[in-house]
């Protein structure tokens, strides 16, 4: 594992009681960094905490109860952690696929929630997170999208009409905090096997696979690796940006 510099960084990570966000929430603590953890799942979130500080016990994990696509509840979970210290990093994680289905045959009620937690709740933390990084002129905001934003996949088009929706606003943002010490990028990965896979069919998942020219899934710790590294300050020069993590899938 290669070295990279967060020390005395603090990171929200929202989503990060399991899958890529706990993932991320490792490689931020083996970083020398400090993490708080937003997630709705407060059961699981403890057993996360518990778990990151066994494999890193001189480390500092928060945990914060919060509905991301509740407005009053990511503005509640700002203040909590921020009291407790200036963040400095924010990485959106938490998401959910919707069903796979046809968009006639499209649950309404399913495509608002999948809006409400990919686009709504992404969008209500970095409009308060990017205004704390903005007034003490650092910070770094990375937001997982996926390569279906891009590509648009079939019987999933909730969840691609959502990441494409990621992808467009880190990019308005990345521009709108260009003159700032605040960069934000985004991250599109393909198929990366987690718990998320539980939402998917099983034709699905195999669809996702079969467009994979590396013929495999990819690794939550490599998903970690490049967020991480667009955390630190070496990323200094790259912003609005999104950065491909699709096994040979993305052709642009």
Not at 73 to 96: E, R, Y
Not at 141 to 162: L, R
Not at 217 to 236: I, N, R
């Amino acid at each position: 594992m290669n070295q990279l510099d967060l020390k005395g960084r603090h990171a929200v990570i929202t989503g990060a009681a399991t899958g890529l966000g706990y993932a991320i929430a490792q490689r931020v603590l083996a970083s020398g960094g400090e993490v708080s953890i937003w997630d709705r799942d407060e059961a699981t979130m403890v057993k996360a905490r518990q778990s990151l500080l066994a494999e890193h016990p001189n480390s500092k994990v928060h945990t914060v109860h919060v509905d991301v696509a509740a407005y009053e509840s990511v503005t509640k979970a700002t203040a909590q952690t921020i009291a407790n210290k200036a963040v400095d990093i924010l990485v959106n994680c938490a998401g959910i696929t919707g069903p796979n289905t046809k968009v006639w045959d499209y649950p309404v009620q399913a495509w608002k929630d999948v809006m409400d937690v990919n686009v709504n709740g992404l969008f209500y933390c970095c409009k308060e997170l990017s205004a704390h990084m903005k007034g003490r002129s650092f910070g770094r905001i990375v937001n997982i999208a996926s390569v279906a934003g891009k590509d648009g996949n079939p019987n999933a088009s909730a969840y691609s009409a959502s990441k494409a929706a990621v992808i467009g606003l880190t990019k308005s943002l990345g521009k709108e905090l260009a003159d700032t010490g605040v960069r934000v990028n985004c991250v599109t990965p393909a198929a990366v096997k987690t718990a998320i896979f539980d939402q998917m069919s099983a034709e699905h998942i195999q669809f996702m696979l079969s467009k994979i020219p590396m013929g495999r899934f990819g690794l939550p710790e490599e998903v970690a690796a490049l967020v991480c590294w667009l955390c630190t300050e070496d990323c200094s020069f790259s912003t609005g940006a999104v950065f491909d993590l699709s096994g040979g899938r993305a052709t642009y």
